[in-house]
């Protein structure tokens, strides 16, 4: 999980969002009243804030799925949240399956725009942990699976990059030619960027590796 910031609402929402909630209010059968907050505006703006990657697992959306928009607060516990804009977020299906309806006061999931989730999760190659003590940080792991080999596609997906980023790294501290060394640095800091998808975790890989990587971690 990276840490991220909210992007300003859409005009498509900020326009309607106070009638869609009421006209779903009054209808709650009716889908097409109910799911108005997946239009393609608010879609693509939230894929935008986020990197086009689930904000829990960093997977790339449309990597194995469209992406669902997720509410942080669900809809079941709050449903005046409904087409709230800071409620909303991208999930992949398989964090939006497991975190299915849970919300407890006190014991919510980390929320990466407001908690400081890079300080609070560690990372020990594909699997994430949380620090000691922090039962937020173990609530939102333990639910989503993250440290799971449940989640094989995920873990597999993440040995992969670890692979690639360790390579990377490994011909970083020795290649010679600076030019080389120039471009191999800029691909390694491109896998770092928030928008990468498992920056968070590419980022740990390079501080563990030390090294050759000072330059890159």
């Not at 799911?35 to 990597?63: D, P």
């Not at 980390?110 to 620090?131: A, F, N, Q, T």
């Not at 490994?170 to 290649?175: H, I, K, Q």
């Amino acid at each position: 999980m990276r840490n991220l910031t909210k992007s300003d609402e859409p005009e498509i929402l900020k326009q309607n969002a106070d009638i869609w909630l009421d006209q779903y209010l009054e209808d709650k059968n009716s889908s097409t009243k109910k799911y108005r907050y997946r239009h393609k505006k608010i879609k693509e703006a939230l894929k935008k804030e986020t990197g086009h990657k689930c904000v829990y697992c960093e997977s790339k959306i449309g990597h194995n799925t469209p992406g669902d928009i997720e509410h942080k607060i669900p809809s079941s516990k709050a449903v005046h949240l409904h087409f709230d804009w800071n409620n909303m977020t991208m999930a992949c299906a398989e964090c939006n399956r497991r975190k299915n309806d849970y919300y407890e006061d006190g014991e919510a999931f980390l929320d990466p725009y407001i908690d400081d989730v890079e300080s609070l999760l560690e990372h020990h190659g594909p699997i994430i942990l949380w620090r000691i003590g922090q039962k937020r940080a173990e609530i939102t792991v333990r639910i989503l699976e993250l440290n799971s080999f449940r989640r094989s596609s995920l873990i597999c997906r993440k040995m992969e990059k670890i692979e690639e980023v360790c390579n990377l790294a490994e011909r970083l501290s020795s290649e010679k030619n600076r030019l080389l060394k120039l471009l191999l640095l800029r691909q390694l800091e491109q896998m770092k960027d928030k928008s990468s998808e498992y920056s968070a975790m590419v980022i740990s890989i390079l501080k563990t590796r030390g090294g050759g990587c000072e330059g890159t971690a």
